[in-house]
């Protein structure tokens, strides 16, 4: 053995049971072609305005339809490569999309042609609702179906927002952007959590809004920083559905009327860029702010901090070795690798 390697380098495919990582994403329009049919995916089933879908496809044309997230996917599993070439185990790793290309049943059969039978999905979301857990697990499933049955059985990784490398990987993306504030001023502003909202009674049916405050304490309590808020962005239902809030904008026009002058906009919600941070956020909002005289700054996902790609790597080796202690901070413990029975419901 290499002596820069760990004994966990070793670990081959021939000895366990699995071998593949899939990572299982949003996926994002790469061009203005890309984006009605995009949208499309998105909103199938749902009872949207196409009023709606055009004013959402006006987000993407400021960036010529072009979201971040598909490149963001790549960048990861450009890491996770790395990380497993040095480190083991000796995984390939695959991307496949809910809602555009690589889509999940196209890369369920690739893996199938390339002999892959039992795989472990990285989804790229750490909290638990219907949107962010379960309706992954169904995507999962209908790939599945798809592709028939010699299609490769796949194990969706546990929840993980309360796991140290995704704290680390937060504190340490809030901590540079507080830095850029003058450090006479630093302790007087404000840290604004942010995530995607979902309608109520989505969010009583699960975790997800308890899981994320519990990020925000963790990622404030590693930074030593009292001053912080969770609030949400994003909605997209209809103004008459109850979606939780308080709204990333209506927030920042609340602390307008009191004495902030510099605010650090996070969004830990997310593990990469999607078009709800670019345009929400750095757009929206950061628009506001100027507007309010706040100092804005807007802290990075998780992305491919060294920190997360090695949490990423230490979930996989969980399941390869299941004796194999599971980090997790706070009180909640780590989350299971199983759905209990009724959670996370659509509501």
């Known amino acids: 053995m290499n002596p820069s390697q760990t004994p966990d380098s070793r670990l081959q495919t021939s000895s366990i049971g699995y071998d593949a990582l899939v990572v299982v994403s949003f996926g994002g329009p790469e061009g203005m072609d890309d984006v009605m049919p995009f949208l499309e995916n998105v909103l199938r089933g749902r009872n949207v305005p196409r009023e709606r879908m055009l004013a959402v496809a006006k987000h993407y044309e400021l960036f010529g339809g072009v979201s971040p997230i598909n490149q963001q996917n790549r960048n990861l599993i450009e890491a996770l490569n790395k990380e497993f070439e040095v480190n083991g185990p000796r995984l390939p790793v695959y991307l496949g999309n809910r809602n555009w290309h690589p889509m999940l049943a196209d890369t369920l059969r690739q893996m199938r042609n390339d002999g892959i039978k039992n795989a472990l999905a990285f989804v790229t979301s750490?909290?638990?609702?219907?949107?962010?857990?379960?309706q992954y697990l169904e995507d999962i499933e209908r790939a599945r179906s798809s592709v028939g049955p010699d299609a490769p059985r796949v194990e969706k990784l546990r929840a993980f927002y309360n796991h140290p490398g995704f704290v680390e990987a937060n504190a340490a993306n809030v901590r540079a952007a507080l830095e850029q504030i003058p450090e006479a001023k630093r302790g007087q502003a404000q840290i604004v959590f942010t995530a995607h909202s979902i309608p109520e009674t989505m969010a009583r049916n699960c975790d997800y809004e308890a899981q994320l405050q519990e990020t925000g304490r963790l990622v404030a309590e590693a930074i030593g920083f009292k001053n912080w808020q969770l609030v949400f962005q994003s909605r997209s239902g209809s103004p008459s559905q109850p979606w939780l809030g308080s709204d990333v904008c209506d927030y920042l026009r609340e602390l307008s009327a009191g004495r902030i002058e510099d605010v650090v906009v996070a969004p830990i919600g997310f593990v990469s860029?999607?078009?709800?941070?670019?345009?929400?956020?750095d757009t929206e909002a950061m628009a506001l702010s100027r507007e309010l005289g706040f100092n804005m700054i807007r802290a990075a996902t998780a992305g491919t901090h060294p920190a997360f790609v090695k949490m990423i790597r230490e979930l996989v080796l969980e399941r390869i070795e299941p004796s194999r202690p599971r980090r997790s901070l706070g009180s909640d413990g780590p989350r299971g690798d199983v759905c209990r029975p009724g959670c996370c419901a659509p509501g």
């Open 126 to 134: 750490a909290y638990s609702s219907y949107s962010s857990c379960r």
């Open 273 to 281: 860029d999607h078009m709800e941070i670019i345009y929400d956020l």
